[in-house]
């Protein structure tokens, strides 16, 4: 039996959670492959909560493959459907590094309206690239961080 067990109101939670979700591997006729069963590993890291399609009318080896992926895999089977299995397993905390704290925010595209000065005119649409260092004023000028400053007591320290 898989590692995850779960309570009949907790698979039923899944199982609305899967409602919208499109399948995100494919079991051809050759079954579980290693190549099935990383892309399956794969997709359960990325978002918890996957639809797996099996492409076989054998009812039968369904049933072997949603039991055998759900062991193999660490993961509780939420539901078998047809050809559709949904299964669950909660995803790992990522382990944030040093150099993602000192990292700053990429740059993005601002549209600035500039007005006339004349009011029947249409404003003058201009497209801004600012960095992650830089704001954008009020007025539409593109200002730089000024970098952090360290009190006189934190500098002595250390």
């Known amino acids: 039996m898989s ?24 079991i051809g006729n ?4 290693p190549a099935v069963l990383k ?10 909560l996957i639809k797996i399609r099996v492409l076989g009318d ?6 072997a493959m949603y ?3 759900a062991d193999q895999l660490n993961a509780a089977p939420i539901q078998h459907i047809g050809k559709l299995f949904i299964l669950w397993r909660p995803k790992s905390d990522k382990v ?32 801004l690239r600012v960095l992650g260092n830089q704001r954008l004023t009020s007025g539409g000028q593109v200002k730089r961080a000024k970098p952090k400053k360290i009190s006189i007591k934190k500098r002595t320290l250390g």
């Open 67 to 69: 039991l055998a992926l």
């Open 3 to 26: 590692a995850i067990q779960l309570t009949p109101a907790q698979r039923k939670i899944h199982r609305a959670e899967a409602h919208h979700l499109d399948p995100v591997v494919m």
């Open 30 to 33: 050759d079954g579980l492959t």
């Open 39 to 48: 892309e399956a590993e794969m997709a359960l890291n990325a978002h918890g």
């Open 96 to 127: 944030r590094d040093d150099a993602d704290e000192d990292r700053m925010s990429g740059p993005r595209d601002v549209k600035v309206l500039k007005y006339s000065k004349r009011g029947g005119q249409r404003p003058e649409v201009k497209t």
């Open 58 to 63: 054998d009812r039968p080896a369904r049933e």
